[in-house]
């Protein structure tokens, strides 16, 4: 049974950095990537990075010279990074294995001005 686990959501203040962590278990981890998704209250459910089971990274432009994601393959998690927080970065934050339908319950990041 996969399940991704995300934590580290939080209040903060803009300008603020934050750390998500994304735990995997059931599959092996380290044959695949991971990407972090985040659904506002006003938008749609968007793209913010992923990391391939390579180390390939990409990141949506919202999110390049902010955020900074990596994985542990040891620990079977991957980490958001997040500095420079905005209120437009308000959201809950989800993880996924890439290519597939498994995803976490998300964590809420709230970011106030």
């Known amino acids: 049974q996969v399940q991704l686990v995300e934590s580290g959501g939080d209040n903060v203040q803009a300008g603020g950095s934050l750390r998500l962590s994304c735990t995997v278990t059931?599959?092996?981890?380290?044959?695949?990537?991971i990407v972090w998704h985040r659904q506002p209250p006003t938008r749609e459910r968007e793209l913010v990075a992923l990391?391939?089971?390579?180390?390939?990274?990409n990141y949506a432009g919202s999110a390049k010279g902010r955020f900074t994601i990596s994985r542990d393959n040891a620990k079977n998690t991957v980490y958001l990074q997040m500095d420079n927080l905005s209120p437009l970065d308000t959201a809950v934050y989800y993880c996924?294995?890439?290519?597939?339908?498994?995803w976490g319950q998300g964590t809420q990041v709230t970011v106030s001005s």
């Open positions: 996924g294995v890439l290519g597939t339908t498994y």
């Open positions: 990391i391939t089971q390579t180390g390939i990274i």
């Open positions: 059931g599959i092996m981890f380290n044959r695949n990537g």
